[in-house]
C-alpha cells in the first residue's frame, strides 16, 4: 500500500493576535507547528503500513521553512517527506494549493490512498480534501472516524455525519480526510527524533509538478481576501461571585426572558 | 488549465470523435455530447472533428468572458428523507435579502429522489423558481453524485450565487462543486452582503481559531459560492403555500455514477440530539471532573429541553463521545442559550460558541475568560451551583402552576424530589 499524506505547517492559532492599528495578523514570534489535525492522517497513514505494508510520504505545500515541520512528521517514522515549494505559489486558495497537491500527487505516482486532516486550524475551510480528489479524479470520503476494513482495492470506513455516521465502502485509490476520534497518534521518541532529521526529503517547484502558472499562488486562486478584522466577543455580563444566589436568581430570569420555562 | 469544450450546436453527434479518443473519455448521453474524467486534453478528438465542434479553451478565457451572463441566486436546500435541513430557511430568508438586492431571482435546489414532499414544503418560502434533481442514484448523499449533478446544473444554468448550509453534507460536496466548475468557495461564513453594482458577494468568515474575521470576494470566477454556518442567520418563517415553478432535472450518466457505496446511516449513535441545532445547550469541561459527572450536565439539559456539548478536555478525557464537541475542532454552534459548566474557555472553545442568544457561565476561576462572554456568570463549584440552579427552576415552575405552556420540557411532577 502506498499512501500519501498531505500535511500543511500552521501558525500556533492559540497565540494568534490582530494588531489593532494594522489590522494584520501579528505573526512574529508565533510559532509554526503540524497542523494538529493531519496528526491523526499521519498516524492512520503508520497503521496502515503497519498491517498491510508499504510506504507513507508526507507531501506539504509551503515555505522552505515548512521543512521544519516536515522533518517533525519524518520523526512519526514516515518514509519520506515531499515539500513543494516557490515563490510562485504563494497566495494559493484552496482551489489553487489542491490543484498544486494533486499534481505533486500525480508527479510522484502510484498512490492508493491518500490521507488529509479534516480541515487546518488557520483557515478551517476543509475544501482541500475534497477539491484535491476531484483533481485527482478520485472518490472521497470526509470526516472518517474509523476505519473498519482497509484492503489493496477498497475501504470500508466510517463517516461522521452531523447526525450520527455512516458506514462507506470506497474503491482505492481514493482521498480520504480524517477527525480525531480515528486514532490516538504516538508521540516520538529521540530515536525516532534523530531519523527524522536524516530522512530523505525531496524539493519539488511548479516545474517538477508540471503545473499550469495560470492555476496557482494567487494568480490562480478564485477567491481574495479584502478585509481582515477582530472579532468582538465580549459581552458586557455580570459575574456573580459572592452573592451567589443573587447571580442564581439572574440565571433563572434569563431563562424566562428566553421563553424557557 | 484548459479544458475540452463541446460546441454543442455545432455538434451533429457523429461520434467519430468518442471512437478516437484514446482515453474513452468523450460519450454521447442522451443526445449530447460529454467530456468524461478522463480526458487529459490530448487534442486527437479536436483534430478529428468534422464539424469544428470541438476546442482546447484556456480557463482564464472562459472566466473572463463573460461574469455579466450569470444571474441568479440559488440555495441548495438540504434534504434528507424528506425533510429539509434547518439551515435552508435561514439561508432562504439572506438569499431573498440579495437577489432583491441584485434584481434577480431566488431559487431553491433539491438534490436527492424522491423529492415531493421537500418540494411541496418550499413552496411556502418566496423563491421564483425550485431545481429539482432527482434520480433514484441519489437517494442518499453521496459527495460524487451530489457534486457532479450540482456541477452539472450550475453549468448550465449559470447561477451568480450559490449557497449552502456549512453541514457535514456542504462542507463535504460543495469544495467539489467548486473544484468541478473552477471558481472559489469561502467556508463556514457568517455575514454576506453585495458590495457593489457588479454583485460582488463580501462573504464574511472567522478564521485562526476565531481570534480574527476575514472578507473574502471572488472576483472573476461565477458563481460566487459560500457554505454559510448553520444558526447564523436568522430564520425565515413559511408562507402561504403558493405556486413556483418546479425545474426538473436529470443527471447525465456519468453524474450519477459513483464507486461509493453508502452501506449502513447511523444517526442518532449517541445519546444526543444533534447539538448543532438545538435551542438550547448545555456544555460540561474539565470542572465536572468525571463520566459520572456528566450526570448533572444531562439532568439541567434535560430540564431545559437542550442538548449537552463538552469542551475539548472532557472528550480526550474519555468522558463524553467526540460527537458533542463544541469549538474548533468540534461543532460551532449559536443555540439561544449556551450553558458553560466548568470550563475556562480557551479560544479555540469560545470560536464554537460565542456567538450564542445568551450565555451563561459557571466557573471556579473568576479568572477565566469564558467571563468574558458570558451574560451572567456564576462563581464556584458547578456541582454545588446547578443543583441549586435546577430547585430554583423546578420551583419556579411549579409556581406558575400547569398551565404555563411556554415550558414544554418540563419534567413531570415530582421528578425533581430528593435534591437540592
Redesign the interface.
Known amino acids: 500500500m502506498k499512501i500519501a499524506v498531505c500535511v500543511k505547517q500552521v501558525p500556533d492559532t492559540t497565540r494568534v493576535e490582530v494588531d489593532p492599528e494594522t489590522k494584520t495578523l501579528v505573526r512574529e514570534g508565533v510559532e509554526s507547528v503540524l497542523n494538529p489535525l493531519d496528526t491523526f492522517a499521519v498516524e492512520e497513514a503508520l497503521r496502515i503500513r503497519q498491517g498491510l505494508g508499504g510506504t507513507v510520504t508526507a507531501i506539504t505545500l509551503g515555505p522552505p521553512q515548512a521543512e521544519r515541520m516536515l522533518r517533525q512528521v519524518l520523526a512519526f517514522g514516515v518514509d519520506e517527506g515531499v515539500l513543494v515549494s516557490g515563490r510562485e505559489f504563494a497566495g494559493s486558495d484552496t482551489w489553487s494549493t489542491s490543484y498544486a497537491l494533486a499534481r505533486a500527487v500525480e508527479t510522484l505516482g502510484g498512490f492508493d490512498l491518500i490521507l488529509c486532516g479534516k480541515q487546518a486550524v488557520d483557515g478551517d475551510t476543509g475544501h482541500v480534501g475534497p477539491e484535491l480528489s476531484v483533481h485527482l479524479g478520485l472518490p472521497q470520503a470526509t470526516y472518517v472516524r474509523r476505519m473498519r476494513e482497509i484492503e489493496p482495492d477498497h475501504a470500508v470506513v466510517e463517516r461522521l455525519t452531523d447526525a450520527g455516521y455512516e458506514v462507506l465502502r470506497v474503491p482505492l485509490p481514493a482521498v480520504m480526510t480524517v477527525v480525531k476520534d480515528l486514532n490516538e497518534p504516538r508521540l516520538p521518541n529521540l530515536e525516532d527524533l534523530f531519523r527524522g532529521r536524516f530522512a530523505p526529503l525531496k524539493r519539488l517547484g511548479r516545474q517538477e509538478i508540471a503545473a499550469d502558472p495560470a492555476q496557482i499562488g494567487l494568480d490562480g486562486s478564485p477567491t481574495r481576501v479584502v478585509e481582515i478584522f477582530s472579532p468582538s466577543v465580549e459581552r458586557a455580563g455580570r459575574i456573580y461571585e459572592e452573592d451567589l444566589g443573587a447571580g442564581i436568581a439572574q440565571a433563572v430570569r434569563l431563562l424566562e426572558e428566553e421563553g424557557l420555562l | 488549465?484548459?479544458r475540452l469544450e463541446i460546441i454543442q450546436q455545432s455538434c451533429d453527434l457523429c461520434g467519430l470523435c468518442v471512437e478516437e479518443c484514446p482515453f474513452d473519455a468523450l460519450a454521447i448521453v442522451e443526445g449530447w455530447l460529454r467530456v468524461g474524467?478522463?480526458c487529459v486534453l490530448c487534442g486527437v478528438c479536436v483534430e478529428k472533428c468534422p464539424a469544428d465542434a470541438l476546442c482546447i479553451v484556456?480557463?482564464?478565457e472562459r472566466e473572463e468572458r463573460d461574469l455579466g451572463s450569470f444571474s441568479g441566486v440559488w440555495v441548495l436546500a438540504e434534504q434528507s428523507a424528506g425533510r429539509i435541513h434547518p439551515v435552508t430557511f435561514q439561508l432562504l430568508g439572506k438569499g431573498r435579502e440579495l437577489a432583491d438586492r441584485r434584481g434577480t431571482c431566488l431559487c431553491a435546489v433539491l438534490v436527492g429522489d424522491d423529492l415531493g414532499a421537500a418540494a411541496k414544503a418550499l413552496c411556502c418560502f418566496p423563491v421564483e423558481k425550485i431545481f429539482v434533481a432527482q434520480h433514484p442514484s441519489l437517494a442518499r448523499f453521496r459527495?460524487?453524485t451530489y457534486?457532479a449533478a450540482l456541477a452539472e446544473l450550475i453549468e448550465r444554468e449559470r447561477p451568480e450565487i450559490v449557497l449552502c448550509g456549512a453541514?457535514?453534507?456542504g462542507?463535504?460536496?460543495l469544495?467539489?462543486v467548486?473544484?468541478?466548475v473552477?471558481?472559489?468557495?469561502?467556508?463556514?461564513c457568517t455575514g454576506l452582503e453585495i458590495a457593489d453594482e457588479e454583485g460582488l458577494l463580501?462573504q464574511t468568515r472567522?478564521?485562526?481559531?476565531?481570534?480574527?474575521?476575514?472578507?473574502?470576494?471572488?472576483?472573476?470566477?461565477r458563481p460566487q459560492m459560500a457554505t454559510v454556518r448553520p444558526n447564523v442567520l436568522p430564520t425565515l418563517e413559511p408562507g402561504r403555500l403558493r405556486d413556483v415553478e418546479m425545474v426538473r432535472f436529470t443527471p447525465s450518466g456519468g453524474a450519477i455514477e459513483?464507486?461509493?457505496?453508502?452501506?449502513?446511516?447511523?444517526?442518532?449513535?449517541t445519546d444526543a440530539v444533534?447539538i448543532?441545532?438545538a435551542d438550547?445547550v448545555v456544555s460540561g469541561g474539565r470542572g465536572v471532573s468525571s463520566a459520572q459527572g456528566f450526570g448533572l450536565i444531562r439532568e439541567l439539559a434535560q430540564e431545559?429541553?437542550g442538548a449537552v456539548g463538552a469542551s475539548r478536555a472532557a472528550v480526550d478525557a474519555g468522558w463524553i463521545?467526540?460527537?458533542h464537541q463544541v469549538g474548533?475542532?468540534g461543532k460551532t454552534l449559536q443555540p439561544?442559550?449556551y450553558v458553560a459548566c466548568g470550563i475556562s474557555g480557551?479560544?479555540?472553545h469560545?470560536v464554537g460558541m460565542?456567538s450564542a442568544?445568551?450565555?451563561?457561565a459557571i466557573n471556579q476561576d473568576?479568572e477565566a475568560p469564558i467571563?468574558?462572554?458570558?451574560?451572567?456568570?456564576?462563581?464556584?463549584d458547578l456541582h454545588v451551583?446547578v443543583p441549586?440552579?435546577i430547585e430554583?427552576?423546578r420551583r419556579?415552575?411549579a409556581a406558575?402552576g400547569p398551565n404555563?405552556s411556554?415550558?414544554a420540557s418540563a419534567p413531570p411532577p415530582g421528578h425533581g424530589e430528593g435534591r437540592s
Request: hydrophobic residues 40%; positive net charge; contains cysteine.
Open positions: 488549465m484548459s474524467e478522463g484556456e480557463e482564464r459527495s460524487g457534486a453541514t457535514s453534507m462542507r463535504a460536496f469544495p467539489r467548486a473544484a468541478l473552477k471558481t472559489g468557495l469561502t467556508a463556514d463580501l472567522p478564521a485562526f481559531g476565531g481570534n480574527i474575521m476575514a472578507t473574502i470576494v471572488c472576483p472573476r470566477h459513483s464507486a461509493v457505496e453508502v452501506l449502513e446511516v447511523c444517526e442518532k449513535q444533534n448543532a441545532e438550547v431545559l429541553g463521545p467526540y460527537p474548533q475542532t439561544k442559550l480557551a479560544v479555540q469560545l460565542q442568544g445568551k450565555i451563561i473568576p467571563f468574558r462572554v458570558a451574560d451572567v456568570g456564576l462563581v464556584g451551583i441549586r440552579w430554583r427552576i419556579r415552575r406558575d404555563n411556554a415550558g
